[in-house]
């Protein structure tokens, strides 16, 4: 769903904070939320967005205007066709995104991140059987692989870097950062 569970994200708040990155990219953002959550935290923060449902866009209003800051850049496209140069960026989220992919789609993603020179990575991702299919006509909201803790933990370490984690009742949710 283009929503997300809270939980968890306290706990990310936290880690941006820590890291206050000067640059984001925002994979499959929904309605925006970490964008809403973080943006006030720093104030010259570039954001950018990868939304591959168009009606999203409008829907959310994703796209900052001279009154509201959500997203300075929009991407209207399939992340896995992104170019790499979106990934060099302090920060890049993946929140409640990669279940909807195959399994190797998103490692093969989460390793293109960091070879293209992210410096954190903010993954969050059921950890229990979250089964769903297409939400208000929209196909890319089915669940296509459903993860376990473990698995992403394996995953992100061998990414290399420091891995921080927060299992919660229902969502995971992984800092990997590279320093």
Known sequence: MPTSDAEGKDWSLERFRRHL?????????????YARLF?????????????????????????STKTRKVYDEMHVE?????????????????????EHMPREDAVALLRRIEQAGAW??????????SVQGEVNGNPHEAHVHQWD???????????GGNVEVMYGGTLGVWWWSRA
């Open 149 to 159: 803790a473990d698995d992403m933990d394996q995953v992100l370490a061998s990414l």
């Open 39 to 63: 943006r006030p935290e720093h104030a010259g923060l570039w954001w950018t967005a990868v939304e591959i449902y168009k009606p999203y866009v409008a829907k959310y209003k994703l796209k």
């Open 21 to 33: 990155p000067n640059t984001v990219t925002d994979i499959g953002p929904g309605e925006g939320t």
């Open 120 to 129: 954190n990575i903010l993954v969050s991702l059921p950890i229990v059987e």
């Open 78 to 98: 399939d992340v896995r066709d992104s170019a790499d140069h979106l990934f060099h960026r302090d920060l890049v989220i993946a929140g409640d995104v990669l």
